[in-house]
């Protein structure tokens, strides 16, 4: 409660926590509402010719490329971002832990050279260490999981056995396995 209140008192970590909130993703729920998002007509417009073209059996270049950009970008935001979240996570924190109510309180014990030794930059990429293996066993059963999910959607779509309930109900009656391996997860 006491860094709650100091959080409130102190305006320089207002900023901090709000490009980490941006950072980690809430710049996706800013952008929901303003941001129209396209048709299934459209979609099919766009990705139908190149995707007929991988459905017979060759891989044009420009997937290839637009598949690596893709991974290359979500690696980038996954690491610059999550680094840079943690960074000023960690700089917040030690705002916090400096102020002098929650030293007086004794729940923080600080080390007058504690804070010159490890810099945000550190404390941030340990954060970030530790947060990656803390997601390492939901992408795995996520990775894993959403392949059995497509071998069962493909399989509803092209020979369903029961076409009066709608089709996500049918994928999660043929694979609760994966849902619940990831609500687990």
Known sequence: MAAL?????????????????LIRGG?????????????????????GPTLTVVAFGSVPVQVIVAAGAVGVVALAWLVIGGWLAAALEAEGARIVARDEEVVALGQVDIAPGANAATSS?????????????????????????????VFVT?????????????????????SP?????????
Not at 5 to 21: D, M
Not at 121 to 149: D, E, F, K, N, T
Request: a positive charge; aromatic letters at 6%; glycine letters at 6%.
């Open 27 to 47: 710049v996706v729920l800013i952008l929901l509402p303003i941001v129209v998002l396209p048709t299934t007509v459209g979609l099919g417009n766009l990705f």
């Open 121 to 149: 930059g550190s404390v941030g990429a340990r954060i970030l260490v530790a947060r990656l293996i803390a997601y390492a066993p939901l992408a795995l059963v996520v990775a894993l999981g959403s392949v059995r999910l």
């Open 154 to 174: 493909y399989r509803e779509l092209t020979s369903p056995i029961d076409v009066s309930t709608p089709i996500a109900l049918r994928v999660l009656r043929g």
């Open 177 to 185: 396995e994966v849902v619940v391996a990831v609500i687990v997860a």
């Open 5 to 21: 209140l100091v959080t409130l008192a102190t305006p320089a970590t207002w900023p901090l926590a709000l490009a980490t909130f």
